[in-house]
């Protein structure tokens, strides 16, 4: 089983739309990261949320983080050609020290 | 540029063999992790060291087997190579435990 589920695990929106991509854990998180992927590539770090509550934005890209919820929102408005690839957060679960990854949501966004 | 370097890139190899990746974590970074992607498994983690010792293992094979040298690089050791263990290989780095995971470009493994 995996310990932080995302979805949907695709998407493909037409450009310009807004959408929004969900990260669930199994237990408590202790800080929550966003990361993106094209395929075949390395990992680009998007942004870092550690407290409940706690909102961050970078350019069209907006994270959320409902700590009692054990879960995190990654809202993109007005998507873009740019934005196509995959996102994955990832947490420090605090089970052994391991940062674990969600199952990754493929986003693939039309001119 | 995320500073996180691997070698090679790219390797093609025969089932049986053995080869050694490398990672050099960014400037100051203590921590180094070492994780696997592949189509159908995701991105696992393997195992991750701070500053030469081993932190915390994920789900690494007995086949492999990595450390963390003094100078903080880093190989990860995969031996008795299997059709099975072509995947994307990343390495990480951050400061801290707990502090942001910078990644690197990652190394393509075949296996053949």
């Known amino acids: 089983s995996q310990e932080l589920e995302q979805s949907p695990q695709s998407l493909i929106v037409q450009e310009g739309k807004n959408l929004t991509i969900n990260c669930t854990s199994s237990?408590?998180?202790?800080?929550l990261y966003w990361y993106k992927q094209k395929y075949g590539e390395g990992l680009i770090f998007l942004m870092m949320?550690?407290?409940?509550?706690e909102e961050k934005s970078h350019e069209k890209i907006t994270a959320k983080l409902d700590e009692k919820k054990q879960q995190s929102s990654l809202h993109i408005t007005a998507s873009q050609p740019s934005h196509a690839g995959i996102y994955l957060c990832?947490?420090?679960?605090?089970?052994?020290?391991?940062?674990?990854f969600g199952t990754g949501t493929s986003l693939t966004v039309i001119p | 540029d995320s500073g996180v370097t691997q070698t090679p890139k790219h390797l093609i190899t025969a089932t049986g063999q053995r080869v050694t990746l490398r990672c050099s974590p960014r400037?100051?970074?203590?921590?180094v992790y070492w994780y696997q992607q592949s189509l159908d498994q995701g991105l696992q983690f393997l195992i991750q060291?701070?500053?030469?010792?081993?932190?915390a293992k994920g789900n690494i094979l007995e086949r492999f087997s990595a450390q963390q040298f003094p100078d903080l690089h880093s190989e990860l050791n995969l031996s008795s190579l299997e059709l099975g263990d072509s995947a994307l290989y990343f390495c990480?780095?951050?400061?801290?435990?707990?502090?942001?995971?910078?990644f690197g470009e990652g190394s393509w493994l075949t296996v053949v």
């Open positions: 060291y701070y500053n030469g010792e081993e932190r």
């Open positions: 400037s100051g970074d203590l921590s």
């Open positions: 949320l550690q407290k409940g509550g």
């Open positions: 237990k408590t998180l202790y800080g």
């Open positions: 990480a780095s951050s400061v801290g435990i707990g502090n942001t995971i910078y």
């Open positions: 990832g947490a420090d679960l605090n089970t052994g020290n391991q940062f674990y």
